[in-house]
């Protein structure tokens, strides 16, 4: 079968500008991901940034995060200390949203930056969503 080069110059010219902007959107979103084994994970929110956070439920021993602070810079670690710390925050930005994947069946505490008691999102809850101002 032949394929005429300006037919696939034509395909080629209109798929990459979709391309392009797919990428510019996802430009500001910082992924991680992390082998977490525990049962118990605490997450810490360490910012001065208001935000939300969505903790939903994914496959066992893989921690995935992902976070964005248009104009700004999000950023996490995950400490190894006694169940896990997963520190998140955030700088140069009005806003952060954070979305957590956690495995299957670990218990989460999370601590809020306006809150002096910690939020439970429980080994079998399926999905959660905080908000802090």
């Known amino acids: 079968m032949k394929v005429r080069l300006p037919c696939v110059a034509v395909a080629l010219a209109l798929l990459l500008p979709a391309a392009a902007s797919a990428q510019d959107r996802d430009a500001d979103v910082v992924r991680r991901v992390y082998a977490f084994l525990g049962d118990r994970l605490t ?14 439920r994914g496959e066992k021993g893989r921690l995935e995060v992902a976070g964005r602070a248009p104009d700004g810079i999000p950023g996490f670690g995950l400490a190894e200390r006694s169940g896990g710390e997963l520190q998140l925050t955030a700088i140069g930005a009005d806003r952060v949203e954070y979305l957590v994947v956690v495995p ?8 809020l ?14 999905t959660a969503t905080f908000r802090w101002e």
Do not use: M, S
């Not at 997450?43 to 939903?56: H, W």
């Not at 930056?113 to 399926?126: I, L, M, N, T």
């Open 43 to 56: 997450v810490r929110i360490e910012t001065e940034l208001p935000g939300t956070i969505r903790l939903i």
């Open 104 to 111: 299957e069946e670990v218990h989460v505490k999370v601590r």
């Open 113 to 126: 930056p306006d809150r002096p008691v910690a939020e439970v999102f429980g080994a079998y809850d399926r």
